[in-house]
Protein backbone atom coordinates (compact mmCIF):
# COMPACT_ATOMS: atom_id res chain seq x y z
CA UNK A 1 0.00 0.00 0.00
CA UNK A 2 1.11 3.54 -0.18
CA UNK A 3 -0.02 7.14 -0.32
CA UNK A 4 -0.56 8.46 -4.00
CA UNK A 5 -1.80 12.19 -4.33
CA UNK A 6 -3.71 11.74 -1.12
CA UNK A 7 -5.25 8.16 -2.11
CA UNK A 8 -4.30 5.19 -0.85
CA UNK A 9 -3.60 2.66 -3.48
CA UNK A 10 -2.58 -0.94 -4.10
CA UNK A 11 1.89 -1.32 -4.75
CA UNK A 12 0.92 -5.27 -6.13
CA UNK A 13 -1.53 -6.68 -8.58
CA UNK A 14 -2.67 -6.19 -12.09
CA UNK A 15 -4.42 -3.51 -13.92
CA UNK A 16 -3.40 -0.75 -11.47
CA UNK A 17 -4.16 2.74 -12.43
CA UNK A 18 -1.49 5.96 -11.33
CA UNK A 19 -3.25 5.95 -7.78
CA UNK A 20 -2.64 2.08 -7.34
CA UNK A 21 -6.22 1.09 -7.50
CA UNK A 22 -7.70 -1.62 -10.09
CA UNK A 23 -9.95 0.37 -12.79
CA UNK A 24 -9.38 3.02 -15.09
CA UNK A 25 -7.90 6.63 -14.54
CA UNK A 26 -9.66 9.26 -13.07
CA UNK A 27 -9.56 11.14 -16.54
CA UNK A 28 -11.17 8.46 -17.91
CA UNK A 29 -14.37 8.03 -15.73
CA UNK A 30 -17.42 9.78 -17.30
CA UNK A 31 -18.29 11.39 -13.88
CA UNK A 32 -21.90 12.10 -14.90
CA UNK A 33 -22.92 8.24 -14.71
CA UNK A 34 -20.25 6.46 -12.72
CA UNK A 35 -20.57 3.81 -9.59
CA UNK A 36 -17.83 3.70 -6.24
CA UNK A 37 -16.95 0.51 -5.13
CA UNK A 38 -15.42 0.85 -1.65
CA UNK A 39 -13.71 -2.52 0.27
CA UNK A 40 -11.05 -4.62 -0.34
CA UNK A 41 -10.28 -8.35 -1.49
CA UNK A 42 -13.10 -9.76 -2.98
CA UNK A 43 -13.60 -6.55 -4.89
CA UNK A 44 -10.18 -6.53 -6.26
CA UNK A 45 -9.85 -10.52 -6.83
CA UNK A 46 -6.40 -10.27 -8.53
CA UNK A 47 -6.49 -13.64 -9.22
CA UNK A 48 -8.95 -13.18 -12.04
CA UNK A 49 -8.85 -10.76 -14.41
CA UNK A 50 -10.26 -7.62 -14.40
CA UNK A 51 -13.00 -7.78 -17.17
CA UNK A 52 -14.02 -10.70 -14.76
CA UNK A 53 -14.93 -8.93 -11.37
CA UNK A 54 -18.17 -8.01 -10.56
CA UNK A 55 -17.59 -4.02 -10.32
CA UNK A 56 -16.40 -4.41 -14.28
CA UNK A 57 -19.72 -6.96 -15.05
CA UNK A 58 -21.97 -4.32 -13.42
CA UNK A 59 -21.02 -1.88 -15.12
CA UNK A 60 -20.86 -3.35 -18.44
CA UNK A 61 -24.83 -4.33 -17.78
CA UNK A 62 -25.71 -1.03 -16.26
CA UNK A 63 -23.45 0.63 -19.21
CA UNK A 64 -21.93 3.21 -16.35
CA UNK A 65 -18.41 4.14 -15.62
CA UNK A 66 -16.98 3.02 -12.21
CA UNK A 67 -14.26 3.75 -9.94
CA UNK A 68 -12.98 0.67 -7.66
CA UNK A 69 -11.36 2.62 -4.65
CA UNK A 70 -10.46 -1.10 -2.72
CA UNK A 71 -7.23 -2.35 -1.51
CA UNK A 72 -6.07 -5.78 -0.89
CA UNK A 73 -6.62 -6.10 2.95
CA UNK A 74 -7.28 -2.36 3.60
CA UNK A 75 -9.63 -2.36 6.16
CA UNK A 76 -11.65 0.72 7.85
CA UNK A 77 -8.67 2.69 8.25
CA UNK A 78 -7.29 2.63 4.26
CA UNK A 79 -11.56 2.46 3.38
CA UNK A 80 -12.14 5.96 5.45
CA UNK A 81 -8.83 7.52 4.03
CA UNK A 82 -10.30 6.56 -0.10
CA UNK A 83 -13.32 7.42 0.37
CA UNK A 84 -13.88 10.42 2.76
CA UNK A 85 -11.05 12.38 0.04
CA UNK A 86 -12.85 10.91 -2.95
CA UNK A 87 -15.83 12.65 -1.82
CA UNK A 88 -13.80 16.13 -1.41
CA UNK A 89 -12.19 15.56 -5.30
CA UNK A 90 -14.64 14.02 -7.08
CA UNK A 91 -18.74 14.33 -8.07
CA UNK A 92 -21.26 12.28 -6.06
CA UNK A 93 -21.17 9.16 -7.47
CA UNK A 94 -24.67 7.46 -8.46
CA UNK A 95 -24.69 4.27 -5.98
CA UNK A 96 -21.97 3.20 -3.87
CA UNK A 97 -21.15 -0.59 -3.24
CA UNK A 98 -19.12 -1.47 0.28
CA UNK A 99 -17.73 -4.69 0.27
CA UNK A 100 -15.15 -5.82 3.20
CA UNK A 101 -13.64 -9.32 3.76
CA UNK A 102 -11.37 -8.31 6.28
CA UNK A 103 -13.11 -5.24 7.64
CA UNK A 104 -11.04 -4.92 10.68
CA UNK A 105 -7.50 -5.13 8.58
CA UNK A 106 -5.30 -2.71 10.27
CA UNK A 107 -2.45 -0.73 8.64
CA UNK A 108 1.02 -0.39 9.42
CA UNK A 109 3.90 1.86 8.69
CA UNK A 110 7.99 0.77 8.11
CA UNK A 111 10.29 2.70 9.90
CA UNK A 112 10.87 4.87 6.83
CA UNK A 113 7.60 6.37 6.78
CA UNK A 114 7.76 5.80 3.35
CA UNK A 115 5.02 2.45 3.19
CA UNK A 116 2.31 1.37 4.48
CA UNK A 117 1.88 -2.37 4.81
CA UNK A 118 -1.19 -4.81 6.30
CA UNK A 119 -0.67 -6.83 9.25
CA UNK A 120 1.55 -10.06 9.27
CA UNK A 121 -0.19 -12.42 10.99
CA UNK A 122 3.21 -14.53 12.03
CA UNK A 123 3.99 -12.22 14.56
CA UNK A 124 2.53 -13.03 17.63
CA UNK A 125 2.31 -9.49 18.79
CA UNK A 126 0.11 -8.45 15.96
CA UNK A 127 -2.34 -11.48 16.57
CA UNK A 128 -2.48 -10.14 20.30
CA UNK A 129 -3.03 -6.39 19.10
CA UNK A 130 -5.94 -7.80 17.37
CA UNK A 131 -7.88 -9.71 20.60
CA UNK A 132 -7.19 -6.78 22.19
CA UNK A 133 -8.47 -4.27 19.99
CA UNK A 134 -11.48 -6.74 19.51
CA UNK A 135 -11.86 -6.56 23.18
CA UNK A 136 -11.09 -2.86 24.38
CA UNK A 137 -14.11 -1.95 21.90
CA UNK A 138 -11.43 -0.09 19.81
CA UNK A 139 -13.02 -1.90 16.08
CA UNK A 140 -16.47 -1.13 17.48
CA UNK A 141 -15.69 2.51 17.92
CA UNK A 142 -13.72 2.60 14.84
CA UNK A 143 -16.74 0.96 12.92
CA UNK A 144 -19.47 3.08 14.65
CA UNK A 145 -17.41 6.42 13.93
CA UNK A 146 -16.85 5.27 10.21
CA UNK A 147 -20.25 4.33 9.46
CA UNK A 148 -21.64 7.60 10.76
CA UNK A 149 -19.27 9.64 8.75
CA UNK A 150 -20.01 7.70 5.29
CA UNK A 151 -23.69 8.11 5.79
CA UNK A 152 -22.86 11.75 6.59
CA UNK A 153 -20.85 12.62 3.25
CA UNK A 154 -22.87 10.62 0.98
CA UNK A 155 -26.69 11.37 0.39
CA UNK A 156 -26.59 8.51 -2.50
CA UNK A 157 -28.01 5.25 -2.41
CA UNK A 158 -25.39 2.27 -0.88
CA UNK A 159 -25.20 -1.27 -1.51
CA UNK A 160 -23.29 -3.95 0.97
CA UNK A 161 -22.22 -6.79 -0.19
CA UNK A 162 -22.46 -9.25 2.60
CA UNK A 163 -20.77 -12.44 3.04
CA UNK A 164 -20.88 -15.43 5.71
CA UNK A 165 -18.80 -14.54 8.14
CA UNK A 166 -17.05 -11.29 7.49
CA UNK A 167 -18.08 -8.18 9.80
CA UNK A 168 -20.23 -5.66 7.69
CA UNK A 169 -19.43 -2.34 8.01
CA UNK A 170 -22.72 -0.52 7.66
CA UNK A 171 -25.90 -1.39 9.88
CA UNK A 172 -27.89 1.58 9.18
CA UNK A 173 -29.26 3.34 6.20
CA UNK A 174 -27.99 1.12 3.70
CA UNK A 175 -29.35 -1.73 1.33
CA UNK A 176 -27.13 -4.94 2.42
CA UNK A 177 -26.96 -7.81 -0.46
CA UNK A 178 -25.99 -11.03 1.09
CA UNK A 179 -23.33 -13.43 -0.96
CA UNK A 180 -23.38 -16.73 -0.55
CA UNK A 181 -20.48 -18.74 -0.38
CA UNK A 182 -18.80 -20.27 -4.13
CA UNK A 183 -21.00 -17.26 -5.78
CA UNK A 184 -19.03 -16.15 -8.98
CA UNK A 185 -18.40 -12.70 -10.12
CA UNK A 186 -20.78 -12.71 -12.91
CA UNK A 187 -23.80 -14.04 -9.83
CA UNK A 188 -22.65 -10.98 -7.91
CA UNK A 189 -22.66 -8.36 -10.69
CA UNK A 190 -26.78 -9.88 -11.53
CA UNK A 191 -27.63 -9.71 -8.25
CA UNK A 192 -26.05 -5.92 -7.69
CA UNK A 193 -27.98 -5.22 -11.12
CA UNK A 194 -30.86 -6.28 -10.20
CA UNK A 195 -31.05 -4.72 -7.05
CA UNK A 196 -30.20 -1.57 -8.93
CA UNK A 197 -33.22 -1.75 -11.61
CA UNK A 198 -35.90 -2.02 -8.18
CA UNK A 199 -34.17 1.14 -6.35
CA UNK A 200 -34.18 3.31 -9.91
CA UNK A 201 -38.27 1.84 -10.81
CA UNK A 202 -38.91 3.30 -7.90
CA UNK A 203 -37.46 6.39 -7.86
CA UNK A 204 -38.69 6.93 -11.51
CA UNK A 205 -42.53 7.08 -12.50
CA UNK B 1 -19.17 11.48 26.15
CA UNK B 2 -21.58 10.75 23.91
CA UNK B 3 -22.81 11.38 20.30
CA UNK B 4 -25.54 14.46 20.34
CA UNK B 5 -27.14 16.27 17.84
CA UNK B 6 -25.20 17.17 14.89
CA UNK B 7 -23.81 14.01 15.21
CA UNK B 8 -20.85 15.18 17.09
CA UNK B 9 -19.36 13.30 20.35
CA UNK B 10 -19.96 15.71 23.21
CA UNK B 11 -19.32 15.53 26.90
CA UNK B 12 -21.09 17.18 29.83
CA UNK B 13 -24.10 18.26 27.79
CA UNK B 14 -25.59 21.85 29.15
CA UNK B 15 -23.46 21.55 32.39
CA UNK B 16 -21.68 24.37 34.25
CA UNK B 17 -19.34 22.98 36.68
CA UNK B 18 -16.81 23.84 39.53
CA UNK B 19 -14.20 20.87 38.58
CA UNK B 20 -13.99 18.65 35.82
CA UNK B 21 -11.50 16.39 34.61
CA UNK B 22 -7.83 15.95 36.01
CA UNK B 23 -9.07 19.74 37.61
CA UNK B 24 -10.60 17.96 40.59
CA UNK B 25 -11.85 19.21 44.05
CA UNK B 26 -9.75 16.09 45.80
CA UNK B 27 -6.98 17.83 43.88
CA UNK B 28 -7.44 21.35 44.49
CA UNK B 29 -7.64 21.01 48.04
CA UNK B 30 -4.44 18.60 48.42
CA UNK B 31 -2.56 21.14 46.11
CA UNK B 32 -4.24 24.68 48.62
CA UNK B 33 -1.26 26.35 50.46
CA UNK B 34 -0.88 29.53 51.26
CA UNK B 35 -0.69 32.59 49.41
CA UNK B 36 -1.33 30.26 46.46
CA UNK B 37 -2.66 32.09 43.20
CA UNK B 38 -5.31 29.52 42.54
CA UNK B 39 -6.81 29.87 46.25
CA UNK B 40 -9.28 32.03 45.23
CA UNK B 41 -9.21 31.30 41.58
CA UNK B 42 -12.99 30.16 40.70
CA UNK B 43 -13.55 28.36 37.56
CA UNK B 44 -16.97 27.69 35.74
CA UNK B 45 -16.73 24.94 33.24
CA UNK B 46 -19.82 25.83 31.09
CA UNK B 47 -20.30 22.84 28.37
CA UNK B 48 -22.91 24.14 25.66
CA UNK B 49 -25.81 22.17 24.00
CA UNK B 50 -23.47 19.84 22.07
CA UNK B 51 -21.03 19.15 25.26
CA UNK B 52 -18.20 21.23 24.15
CA UNK B 53 -16.65 24.20 26.22
CA UNK B 54 -17.91 27.54 24.48
CA UNK B 55 -21.19 29.20 23.05
CA UNK B 56 -24.16 27.26 21.18
CA UNK B 57 -23.88 27.18 17.96
CA UNK B 58 -26.80 29.48 17.44
CA UNK B 59 -25.07 32.31 19.30
CA UNK B 60 -21.64 32.06 17.12
CA UNK B 61 -21.76 34.55 14.02
CA UNK B 62 -20.89 31.62 12.09
CA UNK B 63 -19.94 34.75 9.35
CA UNK B 64 -16.80 35.18 11.23
CA UNK B 65 -15.68 32.39 13.25
CA UNK B 66 -12.58 30.17 13.66
CA UNK B 67 -12.52 26.57 14.59
CA UNK B 68 -9.79 25.10 17.55
CA UNK B 69 -10.01 21.38 18.14
CA UNK B 70 -7.24 19.37 20.60
CA UNK B 71 -7.94 17.94 23.44
CA UNK B 72 -7.86 19.15 27.72
CA UNK B 73 -5.05 21.78 26.59
CA UNK B 74 -7.39 23.50 24.05
CA UNK B 75 -10.67 22.73 26.48
CA UNK B 76 -8.91 24.49 29.05
CA UNK B 77 -8.61 22.45 31.74
CA UNK B 78 -7.96 24.12 35.13
CA UNK B 79 -8.05 27.43 33.32
CA UNK B 80 -11.25 30.42 33.14
CA UNK B 81 -12.08 30.57 29.91
CA UNK B 82 -10.95 33.87 29.56
CA UNK B 83 -7.48 32.33 29.83
CA UNK B 84 -7.90 30.03 27.25
CA UNK B 85 -5.59 30.64 24.22
CA UNK B 86 -9.15 30.06 22.25
CA UNK B 87 -10.72 32.81 23.95
CA UNK B 88 -8.30 35.18 23.70
CA UNK B 89 -7.08 34.27 20.09
CA UNK B 90 -10.31 35.02 18.97
CA UNK B 91 -10.65 38.61 20.99
CA UNK B 92 -7.53 39.41 19.25
CA UNK B 93 -8.86 38.95 15.95
CA UNK B 94 -12.33 40.23 16.76
CA UNK B 95 -14.02 37.07 16.05
CA UNK B 96 -16.02 34.27 17.32
CA UNK B 97 -14.62 31.25 18.09
CA UNK B 98 -15.75 27.39 18.23
CA UNK B 99 -13.77 25.18 20.63
CA UNK B 100 -14.34 21.08 19.29
CA UNK B 101 -11.61 20.13 21.96
CA UNK B 102 -12.59 17.53 24.41
CA UNK B 103 -10.65 16.57 26.92
CA UNK B 104 -8.96 12.53 27.39
CA UNK B 105 -9.64 12.02 23.52
CA UNK B 106 -7.20 11.32 20.36
CA UNK B 107 -7.15 11.89 16.99
CA UNK B 108 -10.21 9.60 16.50
CA UNK B 109 -12.18 11.82 17.92
CA UNK B 110 -10.66 15.22 16.82
CA UNK B 111 -10.66 13.60 12.95
CA UNK B 112 -14.78 12.49 13.62
CA UNK B 113 -15.85 15.99 15.13
CA UNK B 114 -14.35 18.08 12.79
CA UNK B 115 -15.11 16.38 9.71
CA UNK B 116 -18.66 15.73 10.97
CA UNK B 117 -18.58 19.77 11.59
CA UNK B 118 -17.55 20.46 8.02
CA UNK B 119 -19.94 18.48 6.08
CA UNK B 120 -23.05 19.44 8.82
CA UNK B 121 -22.48 23.06 8.94
CA UNK B 122 -22.22 24.86 5.87
CA UNK B 123 -20.84 28.16 7.16
CA UNK B 124 -16.80 27.39 7.12
CA UNK B 125 -14.70 28.49 9.75
CA UNK B 126 -12.10 31.03 8.45
CA UNK B 127 -9.19 28.98 10.47
CA UNK B 128 -8.81 26.11 11.43
CA UNK B 129 -6.22 25.15 15.03
CA UNK B 130 -5.60 21.78 15.42
CA UNK B 131 -3.90 20.83 18.79
CA UNK B 132 -2.43 17.46 18.04
CA UNK B 133 -3.17 14.94 21.03
CA UNK B 134 -0.89 12.35 22.41
CA UNK B 135 -1.29 9.87 19.13
CA UNK B 136 -1.93 7.00 21.58
CA UNK B 137 -5.27 7.68 22.54
CA UNK B 138 -8.19 5.69 21.33
CA UNK B 139 -12.41 6.00 22.16
CA UNK B 140 -14.05 2.98 22.95
CA UNK B 141 -17.28 1.80 23.22
CA UNK B 142 -19.41 -1.10 24.45
CA UNK B 143 -22.39 -1.84 21.90
CA UNK B 144 -24.77 -2.12 25.08
CA UNK B 145 -23.98 1.28 26.24
CA UNK B 146 -24.60 5.14 25.19
CA UNK B 147 -21.01 6.40 26.46
CA UNK B 148 -17.83 6.52 24.63
CA UNK B 149 -14.80 5.92 26.91
CA UNK B 150 -11.69 7.28 25.87
CA UNK B 151 -8.53 5.11 26.93
CA UNK B 152 -4.70 6.55 26.89
CA UNK B 153 -1.57 5.94 28.63
CA UNK B 154 -2.94 6.49 32.03
CA UNK B 155 -5.48 3.87 31.36
CA UNK B 156 -2.92 1.50 31.84
CA UNK B 157 -2.04 2.39 35.68
CA UNK B 158 -5.76 2.31 36.52
CA UNK B 159 -7.39 -0.87 38.30
CA UNK B 160 -10.61 -1.44 36.41
CA UNK B 161 -12.05 1.03 33.69
CA UNK B 162 -16.03 -0.50 33.14
CA UNK B 163 -15.60 -3.79 31.55
CA UNK B 164 -12.58 -3.59 30.10
CA UNK B 165 -9.18 -4.79 31.68
CA UNK B 166 -6.44 -2.20 32.29
CA UNK B 167 -3.84 -5.08 31.11
CA UNK B 168 -4.93 -5.23 27.82
CA UNK B 169 -5.80 -1.45 26.63
CA UNK B 170 -1.94 -1.19 27.99
CA UNK B 171 -0.41 -3.66 26.11
CA UNK B 172 -2.94 -3.05 23.36
CA UNK B 173 -1.02 0.86 23.15
CA UNK B 174 2.37 -1.15 23.33
CA UNK B 175 1.86 -3.17 20.27
CA UNK B 176 0.33 -0.38 18.56
CA UNK B 177 3.30 1.70 19.34
CA UNK B 178 5.46 -1.33 18.28
CA UNK B 179 4.43 -2.49 15.58
CA UNK B 180 3.93 1.13 13.49
CA UNK B 181 -0.10 1.23 13.59
CA UNK B 182 -0.39 4.05 15.32
CA UNK B 183 2.29 5.86 13.22
CA UNK B 184 0.35 4.42 9.79
CA UNK B 185 -3.26 5.96 12.13
CA UNK B 186 -1.73 8.98 12.73
CA UNK B 187 -0.21 9.65 8.74
CA UNK B 188 -3.72 8.63 7.51
CA UNK B 189 -5.46 11.41 9.96
CA UNK B 190 -2.78 13.93 8.93
CA UNK B 191 -3.43 13.41 5.43
CA UNK B 192 -7.58 13.05 5.86
CA UNK B 193 -7.75 15.96 7.22
CA UNK B 194 -5.18 18.02 4.93
CA UNK B 195 -7.17 17.44 2.41
CA UNK B 196 -10.57 17.32 3.50
CA UNK B 197 -9.65 20.82 4.95
CA UNK B 198 -7.90 22.28 2.17
CA UNK B 199 -8.91 25.60 0.88
CA UNK B 200 -9.15 27.02 4.64
CA UNK B 201 -5.80 27.75 6.32
CA UNK B 202 -5.15 25.29 9.17
CA UNK B 203 -2.43 26.26 11.71
CA UNK B 204 -1.47 23.14 14.02
CA UNK B 205 0.13 22.77 17.41
CA UNK B 206 1.33 20.25 20.19
CA UNK B 207 2.89 20.49 23.04
CA UNK B 208 7.16 19.44 22.68
CA UNK B 209 6.54 16.73 25.04
CA UNK B 210 5.06 14.87 22.80
CA UNK B 211 6.00 12.48 19.47
CA UNK B 212 6.22 14.87 16.86
CA UNK B 213 3.65 15.41 14.17
CA UNK B 214 5.01 17.13 10.87
CA UNK B 215 7.43 20.22 9.97
CA UNK B 216 4.57 22.68 9.92
CA UNK B 217 3.31 22.36 13.51
CA UNK B 218 3.95 24.63 16.32
CA UNK B 219 5.16 23.81 19.36
CA UNK B 220 4.66 25.19 22.87
CA UNK B 221 7.54 24.19 25.57
CA UNK B 222 6.17 23.28 29.11
CA UNK B 223 5.70 26.62 31.15
CA UNK B 224 3.40 27.43 33.88
CA UNK B 225 0.77 25.29 35.15
CA UNK B 226 -3.17 25.68 35.55
CA UNK B 227 -4.91 24.95 39.05
CA UNK B 228 -4.31 21.28 38.15
CA UNK B 229 -0.91 21.33 38.13
CA UNK B 230 -0.98 19.20 35.37
CA UNK B 231 -2.05 21.32 32.33
CA UNK B 232 -0.70 24.57 30.42
CA UNK B 233 -1.37 27.65 33.19
CA UNK B 234 -2.25 31.08 32.13
CA UNK B 235 1.07 32.47 30.62
CA UNK B 236 1.04 28.96 28.69
CA UNK B 237 -2.11 29.77 27.24
CA UNK B 238 -0.46 33.49 26.20
CA UNK B 239 2.43 32.19 24.69
CA UNK B 240 0.24 29.68 22.43
CA UNK B 241 -2.21 32.40 21.67
CA UNK B 242 0.61 34.72 20.43
CA UNK B 243 2.31 31.73 19.07
CA UNK B 244 -1.14 31.42 16.59
CA UNK B 245 -1.32 35.35 15.62
CA UNK B 246 2.25 35.36 14.91
CA UNK B 247 2.30 32.79 12.37
CA UNK B 248 -1.31 34.20 11.22
CA UNK B 249 0.57 37.86 10.80
Known amino acids: MQLIDGFIGNTAGDDLNKLGHRCKDTELINFHNYFLVAGDNLSLSFHIPLENTYPYLLAQKLKMSYYNLSVFNGGMDVCKNNILVWHKRFKMPKFIIIDFTFLNALVHYDLTKQKLFGSNFDDENIKELYDQADHNGYFYCKKLLLEKLIINYYNCPIYQLKQNNTLALLDNGIKNILIEDNMSHVEIGDLLFRENQVLTSKVRP | MILGKLDLIGSRHNQTLQFTGSDTK ?154 LHNLARKALTENILFQLIAGIPVITLQQSNLQYYHDKTLFWPNGDLARDLIHPGIKSHEYIANLILENIR
Open chain 2, 26 to 179: QLFNLNKRKDWFFNDYDISYSYNDLGHRCKDINNIDLSNYIMFTGCSNTEGIGLKLEHTYPYLVSKKLSCDYYNLAIGSTGLDVLEYNLLTWLQKVDSKPKLVIIQWPDHSRFLSKNPNYESFIPFGRWSASSTTIGKFSTYTIGRFIVNSETS
